[in-house]
């Protein structure tokens, strides 16, 4: 069994590794952090835990992590940076689910995230743990970066259209829709019950932090600039992204369908729906898959390609534990074959 | 008092008509029609109008309602084609709710409503009620074509675009989102509590009814033709829509703030919010307002619009009431001045 | 017009005060209070007033609050207690919708809210605002104690059967529901949408502050010891508040349904529905009714009574107009007679 | 490899079988029966199953049937007790799902479905699927009949205290609510997203089929009649049944807590929680776990017990596998041990 550690256990991300992990046949959690509840065993926030972790909540200590196998970083954009290297020399497997080495150009990472990257050489050396882009490099990677949610939705439902070189790069849009859980598990107004039900809304239209990571991924396997709009959505439910592409075609010959098929036919992970089907983010929740389906309306030279997640699973958690399998050589899908739940 | 009819009765736009109608100190309900509940009053089937209403359910009837002064039809496309013409023909004012004359080209009606229009020198002489754009025919219109829901929020938030002749009007982009009441309250599993909530998704990608009835409107205020790529989606909520629109600047000196405000200052219904907003719909939950605000991300050619309604009142019942009011020459925001419920 | 002060207007009782009173024809709102809010325009709070109000958070002050004929307090427990007093003496009419005033032994009271009741005279001297009860009461006086939430929905249910001496009192059970807007607008981690929808849990089972309210009330109208145990439950909705009650007959020859409907026939803002009825909190919805149905399940001797209410409404803000209304001398239900929002 | 048919697979508790199952180690699907979508693959109803099942819907056929080894019913009452009795002479095993064999008093059961039992002498020797109560007997079993769901949380929370003999088995009280999945996936106006959510109400309230059925497992473990007043609610949420249970002691020197966990102690999915705790619903979201807490408020003479589990999985699907497992020899909690879904 290999030992796992968790750093910030205690938000949603950090509690759906617990959930996903607690049925793996081949690891174990054995620590895992949180600097304010210290000591209190972790049923005592997920009761949904009760009777399958002994776990405690411990401070965060290198030594003791370093013990570790494979370390996850749930923790906030900021943390992972300063405590991710120590335990990378040391040989520790990191797969890190905040942003902090998601974006190679780090003066760009600045200005999205409103602070210097104190360790711009490890964001360097980090690979961008999107499987179904980067396979190859994961399995040979100590540092691992989780792509962020609406990141895994759009660029698995553009890239295919970049790849084929058929669309024109300059003028994509991706009107994306979250469930509240992106938001995390902190007390705050806007994410009441109370507030957010029974309404949606966009939010980040002027910029959003997603932004540039997802140009940074279609810039990588387009030869021409990349251009995009990005409007994210809150939608009044728990999980799920819904990302909604447009993109205008160059070439109006190629079969749509085919070619998102022949990309995707190896994928475990990727379901390419058929023709003319409306993918519901419900039927991956709590599921490690990614539907999508491609349109191209009254046959004009506009694609349309819709493709959903659970932002919480191949969003965050899931694809964090996949490219963990990936990185300690088990079969990539272990753990995470089960189904989504409808309803 | 003005006698007032309503044609199919036991819809939500029916039963939304009644709620706003009960509180109009100028007019009366004084005949309900419904074939299937014939008989029993309004209140057995909706309970919150108990003690507001005696009135019954009774079979439509063409001597009955010519003793209205207008007559609103709530009822599914192809009825009010029929019923309508004789009504008009006695001078009695009529408010279609429905599809039946919202689009001139009737032969482009039937290819999207899949019947033969049996009426369409009606469909030539109804007035389109979108009073921000059609007020003066409005006022002297015996018949008025309701606007959808779609096409309200999506027409407020586009045409100050097109009027002002500064976007490509061959692109345009809406992303429209609609909480599930517009899907109306007949029987059907997609619509179903465990169907549909928790979950968000597109539909109608390859075609909506909707689309040539936006198109027309934009159409209308344009010099140039006119193409609109329409996906609209499922909310996991009641009551709502959101258009997210998108449009290709040509012009990018113009100062979109100030554009919005100006073309909209003498609208009551129409609220332009300050830059940087984030219109959420239940700011107009219950009420017949469109709330919209614009941006132009990063600075660049690229304008998004967020425009947002109530599907059922400024969406569907509220412009009716809205449209009754002009016809009779009455204010035009009587009995709409009640605010938005939140929470 | 009445001039009308309300302090503490941040939250959802002072946003639903705004929203009420918005049309209401004889009262103008001329003073809301914030400390954490001091200048800012209501409207940014709460966007559904945009273009309504045009009035601003102050820092409450009592010579400017002295001004107004009458003052809703909004404010959490240990507030109105203070300031209270210095208005009721300078003759302004204030209307607590807090849980100061609502505890004649200001002893019990401090047991169940952790704090000393530092007046306790106008404690004693506070007309109890249940208007279905205390009506002529509230006619004369300047202090009101506005029920709680569930106290209003348990007492108007359970007050026909203590009066007419038909039950034994001392084993009464009410199994009451809320929607979560109950719990405030504050920020905390157990009212976000995604620890509170798709959820269900009851809550205070040791002992709950509406406790002593509702036994109190209900005490009044027995000659007998009441004993009642209350369990309230969080619903995964905003609004509404459904309180089931269970009591044992003592005489089982009384028709129920009749002694219901003579208790409320003249009350209009109570409707005791036909039996069989099942009462829906959304029949309510932004309305300020209460809606009863009372079953004996298999001609037993145990009497179920359904009461359902929006707890923001008949619950709060509703009945504090209510009350304004009985106290200004105005109709009773003078800008209270819109309908509830279904759907 | 058992081979398992399902008969009935297009409703929710055919759907959840097919989730869970597909994660057993032990079974496999081989025959699913619908006759309205026969030839149709199973995820074309549900395509969180895409990938997972190959399975077609066919037309029932006891033949085929018969080749299984576990046939699951997941009918409609009324069609199990005339298909279920030749596959039990054929020796095939069976879990009914539905009502048909839970009753062991026909006649009984004829008054609250509305029909004649055809096979009262199969009704006669199924045994009750409660493993808790019934394990050795459903060991042996070759046909059990699957306790409904609000039978299982409300069993569970009131037999230790009747094993007891500590209360008043003649006044218990059951108050329960259910989240919509609970009513199927059939379309129904009443159970459409907008007129269950945002509203809470009771249904019901005269008398529900599931009281029969408490009633006899009550009074199994009880020497005195048992009198139960039974009131189900509805809940705007898809999965999930709280019942919050009230009874008088007769003995109030016992150890509640003490006596729950020593009565469950061995039961691994039936989880007594530490005194003062507050089950949630979505503690058992998607897992087969019941969770109890008791209480006795102010320390008076009544007990307070809160029951919560999925409807479809504890209550119905999940609960089902269990007994196979059981029948089959297998470990209790084979392809069962995943977690509840937070949030």
């Not at 507030?195 to 932004?211: C, D, M, P, Q, T």
């Not at 819904?242 to 992970?269: G, I, N, P, W």
């Amino acid at each position: 069994m290999y030992k796992i550690g968790i750093v910030g256990g205690t938000g949603y991300t950090g509690a759906e590794l617990l959930r996903l992990l607690a049925n793996h046949p081949e690891v174990e959690v054995t620590h895992i952090t949180s600097r304010s509840e210290d000591g209190k065993p972790v049923a005592d926030i997920y009761p949904s835990l009760r009777g399958h972790y002994d776990l405690r909540f411990s401070v965060p200590d290198t030594d003791t992590l370093a013990q570790c196998d494979l370390v996850f970083f749930a923790t906030p954009h900021g943390v992972a940076m300063d405590q991710v290297p120590e335990l990378v020399d040391r040989g520790v497997k990191v797969v890190d689910l905040g942003a902090d080495f998601r974006i190679k150009d780090t003066i760009e990472w600045a200005k999205w995230y409103g602070m210097e990257h104190r360790t711009p050489d490890y964001a360097a050396k980090a690979v961008y743990g999107l499987p179904e882009v980067n396979r190859e490099a994961i399995k040979g990677a100590t540092l691992v970066a989780n792509p962020g949610c609406y990141p895994t939705a759009t660029q698995l439902g553009l890239i295919p259209l970049l790849e084929a070189g058929i669309v024109d790069p300059a003028h994509l849009i991706a009107d994306a829709k979250s469930g509240v859980s992106g938001a995390g598990r902190g007390a705050s107004v806007g994410t009441l019950l109370c507030e957010a039900s029974e309404s949606f809304k966009a939010y980040g239209v002027a910029g959003h932090r997603h932004l540039p990571e997802i140009k940074q991924g279609l810039q990588a396997v387009s030869d021409k600039p990349v251009g995009l709009t990005f409007v994210p959505h809150l939608v009044p439910m728990i999980r799920g992204i819904h990302s909604t592409m447009y993109a205008t075609l160059t070439d109006t010959s190629v079969d749509l369908q085919a070619l998102f098929e022949e990309r995707y036919k190896d994928e475990f992970f990727v379901d390419v729906m058929p023709a003319g089907s409306l993918p519901e983010t419900r039927s991956t929740k709590g599921a490690n898959f990614c539907r999508i389906a491609v349109y191209r309306p009254q046959g004009g030279d506009k694609v349309v390609v819709l493709s959903v997640i659970d932002n919480l699973v191949k969003g965050a958690s899931g694809q964090a534990i996949q490219n963990m399998n990936i990185m300690l050589g088990l079969p990539e899908n272990m753990g995470l074959t089960h189904l989504g739940m409808m309803p």
